[in-house]
């Protein structure tokens, strides 16, 4: 053994050696053959985080069980946050900086007219089961992505200008990407897309029994991926265990091999209420993110025990939403005659007239939230519109409104329409999500001044998108979204007319009115503009026909509030998503923490 190779082990066997528990032997081996691979043509990573101990466990809670281990096909929260930890990207976007950096592909050309990516890949570098990465893998895994019969959710992100991107095989560890056009911030299309193992996938593609494939009944020996951990254990409605990559190809300042953490355990735990009692018994070492509540708990009762992070606006944004959908259930006569008064511009500027945002952020989030008026919430400062106006809330210009749109009102106080019919609909909202039901019952006491009556309907929270997605059975709804990323180019899928998150009225073929159609040009022409200050201008222009059009009343956009134990080395919680997690490779245990985890 090279005196290199014996310096490290050595220092992996002190850091790591836990009295109650001795490290596998297999575990020393993995790290011996990974060591000793660093000194033969590795093309590592080196991470800027301060430099951590080996060992220790970390426990995270995830609100509800992973639906898959397949990056192909999962679209749920919890799938994905599991899957970030498994897998790794071609070009990242970091969540610190916000900005992209070298990831699997450790440098990349642009051609002059800005169509062709040329990446040199890392050599050396191999899957978290032994097997070596090269552009085999990523010409496997954009053929998959890519496919019409994968159903994956990353082929709209990655078709440009109509076409979906093409990609070429230039040597063992060179590959290009063709775009049919100029796509502004092109590189942020690479972050998390997940590059598959193709010795492990590709019979199943060619089967076609891809979504099949890589289950929470899989075997972990047959699923293998590059980031910093590898599946160790699931046990079904309790936990997933993950183990660390011993392949993984980061080094820290000092060249140690990451991450620094032995295992992370999630745990599946149901509601956040829930996952603040695990949190405080001592059962969790992080939260990733928390209501205003469960934080002024902590702050009183923990606050020797914990670091809490206050890190302001996130970039989710809650709405009011009507549907406006063109194809709704056939026998809902009612619906139909209410979407005459949905349809009508005065009738929702009218409801966002009359809701008393201020009261929202103040009592349903204790006052850790902002008011918002279009879906760029102040968490992203760089793209929004500071020009978007922000009305006070007035009942009376809310009368104003109704009343020239041709609504009256009877002697009781009722709104009525045109046809003497009296304004009334419901709201559905999730059950499990007390903050946006607390909101539809304001909104429900706030149109109650303009004569509108409400019914606010908790669903669980899958019948609401049932509801919303599916049958389009409903009148209108208090939901949230978010983004992963703050370029414009994230949010195609929402406000493009024939995006598949266009909610408002889904499944369109196309702008069914002017301010649509504009908007879809504007979002067409940012894409492919090359300077920030002309896609800047472009995009705001998308808010100021969104605040005076309102397909969706924007109401308020909560802070990110997270949490984790004292004594977690290198935890620096971002805006961006995940916002704990993202540097798991970095994170490491010091201190009485260490010592409590052994």
Known sequence: MNAP???SLSQFIRRSWLPACVVGFSLLL????????????????????????????????????????????SIDVSSREVIAQLTADLIHIDRASQKVVPSLAQSWTVSPDGKRYTMQLRRGIHFS??????????????????????????RDLLT????????????????????????????????????????????????NKLAQTWTLTTPPDQIAGLGPFRLRQYLPGRQMVLERNPYYWKIDRAGNRLPYLNDVTFLFVGNEDTEVMR?????????NRMGADNYAVLEHEHKQDVQLHDLGPSLEYNFLLFNLNSQIPSASKELSHRQEWFREVKFRQAVSAAIDRDSMARIVYHGRATTIYTHVTPGNQLWLDSAVA????????????????????????????????????????????????????????DLQEVGIRVQVIPLEFHAVLDRIFESHDYEAAVMGLGTGDIDPNAQMNVWLSTGEDHLWNLGGKGPSTPWEAEIDQLMKEQVSAVQFAQRKKLYDRVQEIEAEELPIICLVTPNLLVGAKVGIGNFKPVVLDPHTLWNSDELFLVGDQRQAKR
């Open 30 to 73: 993995q790290f011996a053959a990974a060591a000793n691979s660093s000194s033969s043509g590795e093309q590592l990573l080196v991470t800027s985080g301060a430099t951590g101990h080996y060992g220790g466990h970390l426990v995270v809670s995830l609100r509800s069980e992973p639906k898959t281990l397949n990056p192909v096909t």
């Open 279 to 287: 949190f405080e018994g001592g059962e969790t070492d992080v939260l």
């Open 5 to 7: 190779l014996r310096q």
């Open 129 to 154: 089961d032994g097997v070596v990465f090269d552009a085999d893998d990523v010409l496997f895994s954009f053929k998959v992505y890519l496919d019409d019969k994968s159903n994956s959710p990353q």
């Open 390 to 445: 922000h009305p006070a809330r007035s009942v009376d210009h809310a009368r104003e409104l109704l009343r020239s749109a041709g609504f009256s009102w009877r002697s009781d106080g009722t709104l009525l329409d045109h046809s003497g019919t009296a304004v009334e609909f419901s709201i559905l909202t999730g059950a499990s999500n007390s903050q946006r039901t607390q909101m539809a019952t304001m909104i429900q006491q």
């Open 160 to 207: 440009v200008g109509g076409k979906p991107i093409t990609l070429k095989k230039d040597g063992p560890y060179e590959v290009t990407f063709e775009l049919s056009q100029p796509y502004a911030s092109a590189e942020r299309l690479f972050d998390s897309v997940a590059i598959l193992p193709r010795h492990l996938l590709e019979k199943s593609f060619q089967e």
